[in-house]
């Protein structure tokens, strides 16, 4: 066959490309446990009027069908579709096992989703999200969502990555908002608003007067709250000073002070609380979240969510939930692109054991053997040629060290071939310095 | 919506489950890290052909299709369909990135693959598989062949589940052997005796005559071949009385042999040379294995793979190699299924922070972040509820301890909610015993 190429927006890395990956991916899951979360892994296929019964994604979707499919083969007209985020398949799963979880739910979830978007920097067609969310029954505490953004922040800062940085709003500041200024189409006004980043404020004061029906007064007060942005509870006079009074304005108001508050005290210019943040998606009804990589901001939101009231409900029961999603794949993808970590070897190996002779194949298996009984990644060279060709093989991939079953003094010798340092070694005693046993990821250059 | 209902073929587990899921592939990826084994991971598509291009497959793909795509639309033209396993697609990786990979390539991968096949016990539609491979340049040594079963009982044992045994075989073996009965159509062969288990000797036999146009004796000795096991190196010579004869035969049984005695050294019985074995797919030209969880036959093989020497190459280039494939879903499936694993609680939390009033959320927060530095996972209460009630919210979940802001003692308490003991304790030094940590999997009832 000829030699394959890539297929654009379905991202690979090479093997210690990928160790970088693992080592984000299992920070962040190690985060999320010592905060509380359980594991959930959803199946990767939703029936696909589960998939659009939310949000402008219908374009986003692959729908599958079996190659060999019949005509009549009833279950495939259930129509399956892959899922495009994580919280539309929570959300189901916890309708579906109810009875079986505890309330309020404390759940992570790290897997991949996919959408059939043109791909573009930063925009994938296969990618990892890391999504934690608290999901209560009937109600949840509105505390929820203080903790959230506090969880991710300390899962990024575990990480040799630029800091973030925050953007929160409340829906119902928005919506109390243009209600108070009697604007009747709160939807219209929030999606016109959103494209502010895309068209600028004349295009959506344009949208709003013509679209929506906006005065100019009001169109004017719309922009203007979307200016508003504060590290702290400053923004709530803002927003007074426009003159818009409503008591769902000032619920808003309230929670999102407490919210900028609280990151406050976590880490100090953490988290601002900014106005124009929308999120595109519908069912978000409390605090929303957007996310910058500082000196990245080009990149879009690397970490985003919202409270949501009605996403999970049958006709009977309701369970209101908030959540955050870490966009790994976006994140990873602009660390390496760009070269701003490195990983110190390209394998998971800590000590080569060099062969002899074919013969002593099976002694240098138990010398591994005794080496990774006690956690030390360990594997045997690939063929018994001259000591030299063994230690560039070492050298090429960054081991660092080369066991010698028969080292000049006749017996077990260590090498560190980084310093060239070589000394007498028993392998069911002998331990590397911890900065050697696992691979280590750096940001490149420190 | 009306309360969803699961979907044939795509498991999903509860977080306690997923629990267990996720410490049998964390304890899979780490040994295979601790044999050298480097990560890569595999975007889910490929493209329809290369799916296509080895083995009897084609009926179980499913094809991708944009929801919204449009006739015209060229990219949609390739053709994708989700993959089947991760050997074909490590194949194309291998090939694409061949120039920046260092040969012998030893990589581990733990992905979900896809079949459309009809669901049935222990086979499903989306499903875990974690596989190791060994890929070398132009050509592999054989010794890789007899280390790959290894490296899985390594992993298999450090779980607390039932023993395996892994039944091996040499493509060679049933190469040279038909050949040497003067057997043209030895694929005929091969597969008309892959059917044992399903249609019993006789109607191979029949098939054998009749289909593949062997002779009476032929199939006799066929099937006599195919009835030969042994744990040690005796079925050479059990081979060698059927009276055969052929270099092919010659090499096989030696490797089988060397396959075999270096597994009986490892761990006696784990290995049983079988020469019933034959794996469905075409592309094995060496040793091949299957694996039996022991008392579980029925279940199938839960762990699989075998030498391949053209799945990767080019015109120009010859990459073989030899890989193995844990089918963790099915393992999974049947150990929760028989209820032979537990976890110690349902949620990573090891110590839920009381809370005495709202207005010490902050400070309760301050104390489990204390905790978390140290790697003790802790969350605070969802609600300022009495004392009791916050207790039976931990016992529920398992969580072994609950801490007190405000003890009996005025100061901190730490309380042990198995045995009732409480005392004081400091968030910055306070560690439970390592048992507790983190939750422990063990065997039902051990």
New interface residues.
């Given amino acids: 066959?000829?030699?394959?190429?890539?297929?654009?927006g379905?991202?690979?890395?090479?093997?210690?490309e990928?160790?970088i990956?693992?080592h984000i991916l299992d920070t962040i899951r190690n985060t999320f446990?010592?905060?509380?979360?359980?594991?959930?892994?959803?199946?990767?296929?939703e029936?696909?009027d589960?998939l659009l019964?939310k949000g402008e994604t219908?374009?986003?979707?692959?729908?599958?069908?079996?190659?060999?499919?019949e005509e009549d083969d009833s279950?495939e007209s259930?129509g399956?579709?892959?899922h495009f985020d994580l919280t539309v398949p929570f959300a189901?799963?916890v309708?579906?096992?109810?009875g079986?979880?505890?309330f309020?739910?404390?759940?992570y979830q790290i897997q991949?989703v996919?959408r059939?978007e043109r791909p573009q920097e930063g925009r994938f067609r296969?990618f990892y999200q890391a999504d934690i969310d608290v999901i209560g029954k009937d109600r949840l505490?509105f505390?929820y969502e203080v903790?959230m953004p506090?969880v991710v922040a300390?899962a990024l800062a575990r990480l040799p990555i630029p800091p973030i940085r925050i953007q929160a709003n409340n829906r119902k500041i928005a919506e109390g908002f243009y209600r108070g200024l009697g604007i009747e189409d709160v939807t219209g006004v929030l999606r016109a608003v959103d494209k502010l980043d895309k068209i600028g404020p004349e295009q959506v004061h344009t949208l709003l007067v013509e679209q929506i029906g906006c005065t100019d007064e009001q169109a004017r007060a719309c922009l203007a709250l979307a200016r508003i942005s504060a590290e702290d509870g400053s923004f709530a006079d803002r927003v007074h000073e426009l003159g818009a009074k409503d008591e769902l304005l000032d619920e808003g108001l309230e929670e999102l002070t407490r919210v900028v508050e609280?990151a406050r005290?976590h880490a100090p210019g953490l988290l601002v609380a900014d106005l124009r943040i929308a999120r595109g998606l519908d069912y978000y009804t409390g605090t929303v979240y957007e996310t910058q990589l500082r000196g990245h901001e080009s990149l879009g939101s690397i970490c985003s969510g919202g409270r949501y009231d009605n996403l999970a409900?049958?006709e009977d029961e309701t369970y209101p939930g908030v959540g955050i999603s870490i966009g790994v794949t976006r994140l990873v993808s602009r660390l390496l692109g760009q070269n701003l970590l490195t990983v110190s070897r390209?394998?998971?190996?800590c000590v080569l054991v060099a062969l002899p002779n074919?013969e002593a194949?099976?002694d240098c298996?138990r010398i591994?053997a005794a080496l990774?009984r006690r956690?030390?990644?360990?594997?045997v060279a690939?063929?018994a040629v001259k000591y030299g060709k063994q230690i560039r093989f070492a050298e090429?991939?960054g081991i660092p060290y080369v066991w010698f079953p028969q080292g000049e003094s006749g017996g077990q010798e260590v090498r560190d071939i980084r310093s060239g340092e070589q000394r007498p070694a028993d392998p069911d005693t002998w331990t590397p310095p911890a900065e050697d046993l696992y691979p280590l990821v750096t940001a490149t250059g420190q």
């Fill in positions: 066959m000829a030699r394959p190429t890539p297929i654009s379905f991202p690979e890395w090479l093997p210690h990928r160790m990956e693992q446990e010592l905060h509380g979360f359980a594991p959930v892994e959803t199946r990767a296929v029936p696909l589960q019964r219908d374009k986003e979707i692959y729908v599958l069908r079996r190659l060999q499919a279950e259930v399956l579709g892959l189901r799963y309708l579906e096992n109810a079986k979880l505890q309020p739910l404390r759940r991949k996919w059939g296969e505490p505390h903790e506090l300390d609280a005290e409900s049958t390209k394998v998971p190996t074919e194949r099976a298996y591994a990774r956690g030390i990644a360990a594997e690939p063929e090429r991939r």
